[in-house]
């Protein structure tokens, strides 16, 4: 891996970026990517504009006259004002860099940072399967991870297991009670969810269940052996059934980190000591916190009368225990958890601890009908990744009949990976999205496997071209504008992690195939000859590098052919 964050891109840009930040005065630096017309642009005059009163083209002129030398000596480019915008332009050298860089191993990795970031993904109820909703928030905090780790950071990824809510005590109930033997080929998670949904059913007929499931909740938090194994086993099971699901979408965790160790270790305790201190707080039986100076009109619940603590007390003392093991913590959480989410943060604040940055996401559905048992009914996350490998091996089967059996099953198996992680992670969290697995399997439109495919395309050409002497110096558009796009991805990683907003890196991806692809149709690559083709070739050696650094940050398989 390259650990040096020197990309020539970024160079330039961060150079830039500091003049305007001296010329304005302000912390506030607009520079982003100047698309056809420049290498990048800025509207910075407008800053400076509202702040100083003064008319922003002025002070872009002026701009342009004082620091048009500094901007060639640092970043080797020309500014020019285009009434209040700014245009910078790269000098020539700067392609043939990119070049240079892009077809090294690691391309648009950035330097090692001694930052500890915790990022806490997927954490669902171990209840039952892990289902269409969930994987969302395995995919976007697996694509985070992964561009974390691509820019350099120190970062554990946790899983945080609830086993001591009233859902768990559910199952416990239903295991002592009711007739739970597994079923031969059960997977352990769907084994958790028969027995969960048959223990509701008796507490409908018999409200009297509810006593002895609230005794359960009392014995665990009291550190009950008997009771605290029986908790632990079957959510063990159930995560055992979530290891499996979550392998198949190629999402992994560093530490599973359970919530009654809080509990036994005496952390809830103490941090609800430390609540009961706060002015804000509230004893009433209850123990709750008046938030209202946070926005909130509902008291925030630490401890119930019955001196159990709730959930939100044993995740404050979660997060307090991150934040005194991590420089950073960040948090994947769905849009229903966006009351909780904001609760956590203020009560944090006013324990003077470090509060989470966390990413919400709105919820995946499916199209009306699809894959639907029968109404009302979830899909599984397992049924999912199924339906769509087997459409995949179809499209496979038709696209290379000639490849073996074998051969088909594992371009289907990545080609269905691919299709669902960049389905899914390519629309902005906070936007709702619909799963349809015929756009995500389409190879000609802007799908995971379209990418793969521009990928093994660039992999085919090089194949054939044999043994070619590398050279940096472009002189088509087509070439030129292919080039940029590869030198844009260092910033993507960078803006990833700056914003918490995968789905750009999930762009870039589909914007540099996009570039390839228009490349190929109009340029001839292995049947041009000379340095044409030395070039062409070179391009095409950093495009498929890129291609598969872009593939691998998003979790997909950078597979050689389809």
């Given amino acids: 891996m390259m650990e040096d964050d020197t990309s020539d891109f970024k160079k330039r840009y ?49 701009f342009v006259t004082k620091y048009s030398q500094k901007i060639t000596d640092v970043a080797a480019a020309t500014v020019k004002a285009s009434g209040p915008y700014l245009n910078f332009y790269f000098d020539d050298s700067y ?18 940072k001694p930052i500890r970031v915790v990022l806490e993904h997927t954490s669902a109820n171990p209840n039952g399967p892990l289902h269409v909703g969930h994987i969302r928030n395995s995919i976007i905090g697996d694509t985070l991870a992964r ?96 290891a499996v699901t979550l392998q198949g979408l190629s999402v992994a965790h560093d530490r599973f980190v359970w919530e009654s160790d809080f509990i036994r270790n005496g952390d809830t305790k103490r941090i609800i000591g430390r609540i009961k201190k706060l002015p804000q707080a509230k004893e009433d039986g209850t123990l709750a916190l ?32 991150k934040g005194a093991n991590f420089d950073r913590i960040i948090d994947v959480l769905g849009a229903d958890h966006k009351l909780i989410g904001a609760q956590l943060q203020c009560t944090l604040k006013l324990l003077g601890e470090k509060a989470p940055d966390i990413v919400h996401f709105e919820f995946v559905s499916l199209p009306e ?10 899909v599984s ?22 490849l073996d059996e074998t051969a088909r099953k594992a371009i289907a ?13 390519k629309v902005s969290p906070e936007k709702s999205t619909v799963f349809d697995w015929n756009e995500a399997l389409n190879f000609e439109r802007q799908s995971g496997p379209y990418i793969q495919y521009a990928h093994a395309r660039a992999c085919s050409i090089l194949e054939k071209a044999g043994d070619f002497t590398k050279c940096y110096e472009l002189e088509t558009e ?77 979790g997909i398989d950078a597979i050689s052919t389809m």
């Fill in 147 to 242: 561009a974390f780790r691509k820019a350099g950071y120190r970062l554990e990824i946790q899983y945080y297991v609830n086993d001591m809510g009233r859902q768990i005590a559910i199952v416990v109930w239903g295991f002592d009670n009711l007739d739970s033997a597994r079923h031969e080929g059960e997977k352990e998670d769907a084994h958790i969810a028969r027995v969960y949904i048959a223990a509701n059913r008796e507490i409908e007929k018999d409200t009297g269940i509810t006593r002895q499931v609230d005794k359960l909740m009392q014995l665990v938090e009291e550190g009950d052996p008997v009771t605290v194994k029986k908790f632990r086993k079957e959510v063990s099971r159930c995560l055992d059934g979530f």
């Fill in 290 to 321: 008046d938030l209202t100076e946070c926005g909130f009109e509902k008291e925030y619940v630490i401890r119930r009368s019955d001196g159990t603590s709730v959930y939100g007390a044993r995740d404050l003392a979660y997060h307090a225990w």
């Fill in 95 to 112: 392609l043939a860099n990119v070049l240079k860089e892009a077809t090294k191993p690691g391309y648009g990795s950035l330097a090692k």
């Fill in 369 to 378: 009908g699809s894959m639907s048992t029968r109404a009302g009914k979830f």
């Fill in 478 to 554: 087509q070439e030129i504008a292919v080039a940029k796009q590869v030198a844009r991805f260092p910033i993507v990683i960078g803006r990833v992690i700056a914003e918490l907003r995968p789905h750009l890196l999930a762009t870039y991806a589909r914007e540099l195939a996009d570039a390839f692809n228009s490349f190929y149709h109009f340029e001839p690559v292995l049947r041009s000859a000379g340095t044409v083709r030395d070039r062409r070739l070179t391009l095409v050696q950093a495009v498929q590098n890129t291609l598969q650094e872009s593939l691998e940050t998003l």
């Fill in 381 to 402: 996350a397992d049924d999912l990744i199924a339906e769509v490998t087997r459409c995949a091996y179809d499209e496979v089967t038709v696209r290379r009949p000639e």
């Fill in 413 to 425: 198996k990545s080609v269905a990976l691919a299709a669902i992680r960049y389905d899914i992670v």
């Fill in 14 to 62: 961060d150079a830039i970026s500091q003049l305007l930040q001296e010329s304005s005065g302000s912390k506030e630096v607009v520079l982003i990517e100047g698309g056809e017309h420049a290498d990048l642009s800025s509207t910075q005059a407008f800053i400076v504009a509202k702040e100083k009163k003064i008319p922003p083209a002025k002070w872009a002129n002026d």
